[in-house]
């Protein structure tokens, strides 16, 4: 539960709330919308939301990519792009080994991340995170028996800016970011500009973003995610000690014989919300019961401990987990000769 509740903060653990238990504002893993319209975009502004962004949210898959052609303005910001199986997962995993509970499930998060927002950038960048009018979702005919997606029909996408309107997956809408053409606007930020359909583990869609010369991309998030699953399983074994090492593309499809159909079953289910199915089936397997995700619940232990104490909180745990993540990501990206996330201090 400890690594479960970790894993979930991560998206909720913001300055506002650090500043409210008077915690180390470095320590923030996400940013409210409120906080990003007040956002500046400078050089400093920018680092300061690429550190949190690419450090817990949109792992750079590859820092030191190559594209012809290019400026350096230009592939500092490519060289940032999300995917999974790059070197700074493999780091991201390592650095929780011998670590706190917290720390595993900030480990977890990041690594599920690389593939739900593979293909996005956590810096704002209008020519990476936009999206065009050619998108459009994967889907197979009754009378399809063909398992390749070049041969499913397809069904356009479109997208809209109205917060109180839900996504519906059965018309095609999905609320989105507004578009904005200044190439650091905040509403370039991630997969804003897509909404949030790249989360939902059911979809399949293709789309031509400019990173890629307006080729196709296909993403098959219910493929993808049974990988993340598989991987986090490998993961969460080589932190407990059960096997030496974590490599990655390795996905430990043994330990859910059995379970393949029930895990496939909630990832390809057309809802917007899963966490019920996740959780039904995480207390079959545990035999005990699942509770409900209260944000708060560590906040007032972390208040009331002494300074000296803190770190020894399960909020201190995860503040020191945090920027420790944050620290050798930032400064890997510095090492590349990248200064979009700007320098870290090496966490102790």
Known sequence: MDICY???????????????????????????????????????????????????????????????????????????????????????????????????????????????????????????????????ELYKMEDNESDSLAEWSEKPLKFRHNLSAPDDPEKGLYTNSLYHRTENSVMNLGHGRAGHLPDYSFIRYRYLPAWNDYAVIVKDNPSDYFNAFCQMVHAMKYLRGSVEEFETDIYDRDAIAGYEDRIRGIIEKRQLLASADWKAF????????????????HKEDYIRTPREAKEETWMGRFIKGAMAQKSMVCNSIYKSGNILAGFVAKQK
């Open 6 to 136: 970790s894993a979930q903060f991560v998206d909720l653990c913001s300055r506002t709330f650090l500043k409210e238990i008077k915690a180390p504002a470095d320590a923030a893993t996400t940013q409210l919308q409120l906080e990003l319209m007040d956002a500046r975009t400078d050089i400093i502004g920018l680092q300061d939301i690429t550190r949190i962004w690419s450090s817990f949210h949109f792992l750079p898959r590859d820092l030191y990519a190559v594209k012809p052609k290019r400026t350096k303005r230009y592939m500092n910001k490519f060289r940032l792009i999300c995917g999974p199986n790059g070197a700074l997962v493999k780091s991201t995993v390592e650095l929780a080994k011998n670590s706190s509970l917290p720390s595993a499930g900030i480990a977890m998060h990041v690594l599920a991340d690389t593939w739900a927002h593979s293909h996005f950038a956590g810096t704002p960048s209008l020519v990476i995170n936009n999206t065009t009018d050619d998108f459009s």
């Open 282 to 297: 995480g207390e079959e397997l545990s035999g005990s019961e699942i509770e409900d995700f209260d944000m708060n619940k």
